[in-house]
């Protein structure tokens, strides 16, 4: 595991790394790191928007559930009744 760097340390890799990049680069950087940022955020919002809604549907008995409730019943069912004739 690597020891942290110390704060001169940490001086002197900063002025190499800003000798290399012209002047403002940072800035620039920056920014469109931020940007990216922004439209990542609303990229996952308009894929939340888009994302389909749960069908709400009613039962006979006049219950309102959603689609993963319903076929999970007719799972139960369909199971019951498989057991019931393998037992006759």
Not at 42 to 69: I, L, M, V
Not at 83 to 88: G, I, L, M, Y
């Amino acid at each position: 595991m690597s020891r942290p760097t110390s704060g001169s340390r940490m001086a002197k890799i900063q002025c190499r790394d800003e000798d290399r990049w012209p002047r403002g680069a940072h800035e620039l950087a920056a920014t469109l790191q931020e940007k990216r940022g922004q439209t990542r955020s609303e990229e996952k919002e308009a894929k939340q928007e888009n994302r389909p809604k749960r069908k709400e549907e009613k039962t006979q008995d006049g219950r309102e559930t959603s689609t993963f409730t319903i076929l999970q019943r007719k799972n139960k069912k369909r199971r019951e009744e498989e057991r019931k004739s393998t037992r006759e």
